[in-house]
């Protein structure tokens, strides 16, 4: 008997908390949503798209809910049926946005034959992040995580510089472009990727016109 209780309390909470998230502005939901993300609470987080993609279906943040939802079940819920279900909807709703594409190339490797590891996954899904939503802090902690947990693993090199890429390039944030360059070249220095860590150092918070070697090529290009 006590469990049964226990069991209808769990779904009376559930019941209320999706009633009361019903209730809020497809933004509140977003906003709310990516702070519970933040803050680990990544089942809230899920209810929360959830109840944005079922209750505001002409929100123009409905297709970063499903594709939130997608990453966010994969990699932090590990539940990959579920995120493929997610990644179909959105590219097949929204098959000319650079949203539907990315998660249509989401499908397709998860549904190919080759096996990834956890690593190819970190480096995957936090690639997504910052290539399909613009969230650089998400993306580059997952990256992370792969340089942490897996140091060795041959992605390891890529997702540092990859961090230091995402930062000085689309982020335009070269402090934390730097840090992680720099360790790149304490960790890595004699990869293949070093003499390019080197130029972006080189060269951070330039404008590449004003770079002689690419003007240079651009020279080389016209004529």
Known sequence: MRKVVIITAAAVTAVALIMSCGKASDADLYSSGKDLE???EYAKA????????????SSPLRQEALCRAGLLSFI????????LSYFQRVSREYPEDLTGQGCAGLVEIMQSDSVASPADDLYTIGLAYTNLLQDFDTGTALLQDLVTQYPEHKRAP??????????????????????????????Y?????????????????????SIPEMQQIDDSTVK
């Open 38 to 40: 933040s803050k680990g």
């Open 46 to 57: 899920l209810t929360n798209y959830d109840v944005l993609i079922s209750a505001h279906e």
């Open 76 to 83: 932090r819920l590990h539940d990959r049926e579920r995120a």
């Open 158 to 187: 890529e997702a540092l510089f990859m961090s230091g890429f995402i930062y000085a390039n689309s982020a335009a944030d070269t402090a934390r472009a730097r840090v992680y360059y720099k360790r790149f070249l304490e960790a």
């Open 189 to 209: 220095p004699d990869h293949t990727l070093a003499l390019s860590v080197e130029w972006e150092l080189e060269h951070l918070g330039q404008d590449i016109n």
